[in-house]
């Protein structure tokens, strides 16, 4: 049991590392504020899901979704990280092109909401409010998926999409690409004055962001073999928020970091506190509230996180003498 | 007024001709049928009294704000279309009147992200690692270091852009626009809020500028730089040129000393 446990928090420590190295990418380096974050986490869940899925009518058809196309691994989890890419494209065509950044936010936000209001009513598109259930995790058909042997492999395979996410993400922010990508967060008209398209730069940001969200859901939902609206409710957008500004915006190991004290460690420790305190549904309501607490605190306290974005030092800067 | 246009020397073509521009805020005509040419190689000012739509005509230049009707012709090609950050690839680029230096990138990265056609700086070249682009980065930071060095902040390069103070941030904007390698650099009030020392030294830097080819069109205030600096002055009022010449023949203008140099 306790072998299950483990491998649980590692995989979705991993799947939420993945997560905040992407937000971290599009918020904490480029200045986009992407509310609606989970919504390509699912996009890339639910894509994995039909691709891995038989069609509904097995199982004696008691759900409905289109698609079921029982592909094997690794393409439900290609797919849904090219979901996760495409969804961005019109997202951020709408979105990133003329609205001002507090605008993009709301607008971003409204559509996370729309679009799980759209999933759990149009059932006969992904099963409704009841999500899709018995997802064939990957090579279940060579290995059972309930010894431990595979809860390792899983273990395992996260782990490489974490190293190869995190490689990729750091390239990017550690580059010239990503100086000009801070320039523009900084100032925007600045930015274009000397030559750099923010239009652009955004979108690029968006779909790369897109695209490693959309896996970690791929990932996600392998693991937990199911996937519904109630999983991705923009409050867990929140939660990503919170852990890339606990952790340092703009910086990829506070970004990992965040991601390990926030949604696992912070979920984890309040899941040890008696629900039987008060009326029922307080204490998980209380989770919402001191999520929300962290954030104020830490805005208020430690604006830059736990790991502050590096500065910048070259080779060969010019050393000076602090003086007193 | 036609004497005053005469007046203005123009060695070889212009680098930049804007013709008959119009901007409109709602229904506030700030740019009103303005016709410039802004000759090769030279200083050019810009002055007149607040509120005359210089900040606007230089901002419409550099693509900032879209005309609401005119030309613009940059070295031979129609801009008028082209967006801001395509025109300053071209070497038309434009500083602010308020400082607007990138807060939290040290002095030096300040330099560094203004560079063009650095391998590093797009998605491909930023996924293929540092062994890429790392020459380039390298030529970039010796390029970079020597512009700190001739305008004194070599000492500054590692601290934050947004921990200056007003005249140094007004010399990054500067430096920064220069690592552009630009043919034609809009300046605009670049000596406003600074220290007299560092003022004196922008205008030892623009003179060492033009001497080196380059041509500027500034808006400025302070008439006796103007005076110092300028090759040619244009005079706007109300959105309008309502002369232009050299500061000498300017200041025989009734018009233009009851418009603007009164006092």
């Known amino acids: 049991m306790n072998t299950y446990y483990a491998t649980n928090l590692l995989v979705y420590a991993g799947v939420d590392i993945i997560a905040c190295l992407a937000l971290n990418m599009q918020f904490g380096v480029s200045g986009i504020v992407n509310f609606s974050f989970i919504v390509f986490q699912a996009v890339g869940a639910y894509t994995a899901a039909v691709l891995s899925l038989p069609p509904d009518s097995a199982n004696g058809g008691f759900q409905i979704y289109f698609g079921g196309y029982q592909l094997p691994f690794p393409i439900p989890w290609i797919g849904g990280a090219a979901a996760g890419g495409l969804l961005s494209i019109p997202v951020g065509l709408v979105v990133l092109r003329r609205l001002r950044s507090d605008y993009q936010a709301i607008a971003l936000l409204v559509l996370s909401i729309i679009t799980n209001a759209v999933i759990t009513n149009a059932r006969p598109l992904l099963n409704g409010a009841a999500g899709l259930a018995l997802v064939p995790p990957p090579f279940s058909d060579q290995i059972d998926p309930n010894t431990e042997t595979y809860q390792f492999l899983y273990v395992g395979l996260t782990a490489i999409c974490v190293v190869i996410v ?70 867990e957008t929140i939660i990503l928020f919170a852990a890339v500004i606990v952790g340092g915006r703009g910086n990829n190991i506070g970004a990992i970091l965040g991601a390990l004290l926030v949604p696992v460690g912070f979920e984890e420790v309040t899941r040890f506190i008696p629900t039987t305190i008060g009326p029922p549904g307080l204490i998980p309501a209380l989770q919402w509230v001191a999520i929300g607490l962290l954030i104020i605190g830490f805005l208020w306290f430690r604006p830059e996180g736990v790991r502050p974005e590096p500065r910048h030092v070259f080779e060969g800067a010019a050393v000076r003498e602090e003086t007193g | 007024m036609a004497a005053a246009a005469e007046a203005l020397v123009t060695p070889g073509r212009p680098m930049l001709v804007a013709s008959d521009i119009h901007r409109h805020f709602e229904g506030l005509h700030a740019v009103d049928g303005v016709s410039i040419d802004v000759p090769s190689g030279q200083i050019t000012g810009l002055i007149g009294p607040n509120g005359a739509g210089k900040s606007t005509l230089l901002a419409v230049l550099a693509g900032t704000l879209p005309a609401s009707s005119g030309t613009i012709v940059f070295d031979g090609e129609d801009i008028t279309s082209s967006p801001a950050y395509r025109r300053a690839r071209r070497g038309l680029v434009r500083t602010f009147q308020l400082p607007s230096e990138f807060a939290r990138l040290t002095v030096l990265e300040n330099l560094l992200v203004a560079a063009p056609k650095h391998r590093g700086d797009s998605l491909f070249g930023a996924l293929m690692g540092k062994g890429y682009w790392i020459d380039d980065e390298r030529r970039l930071v010796h390029q970079a270091r020597a512009l700190l060095d001739r305008f004194g902040m070599s000492a500054q390069e590692s601290d934050y852009a947004g921990t200056m103070s007003g005249g140094q941030k007004r010399l990054i904007e500067i430096m920064r626009a220069l ?78 000393v009851d418009a603007y140099l009164v006092g």
């Open chain 1, 166 to 235: 995190f490689v990729l993400v750091n390239r990017i922010v550690e580059s010239p690409y990503g100086r000009t990508l801070r320039a523009m967060r900084e100032r925007e008209l600045a930015a274009m004055a000397i030559g750099k398209n923010p239009v652009q730069l955004k979108m690029t940001v968006f779909i790369v962001g897109g695209v490693i969200a959309g896996l970690s859901g791929a990932i996600l939902v392998g693991f937990i073999q199911l996937w519904a609206p109630s999983v991705w409710l923009y409050p």
């Open chain 2, 179 to 256: 690592m552009l390698q630009p043919r034609l650099l809009l300046l605009d009030e670049p000596m406003s809020g600074v220290h007299p020392k560092i003022v004196l030294e922008i205008q030892h830097y623009l003179q060492d500028l033009r001497a080196e080819g380059l041509t500027i069109l500034m808006v400025e205030h302070e008439l006796h730089m103007v005076e110092r600096l300028c090759d040619s002055v244009v005079v706007m009022a109300q959105g309008k040129v309502i002369g232009s010449g050299t500061m000498a023949t300017l200041r025989r203008q009734r018009e233009i």
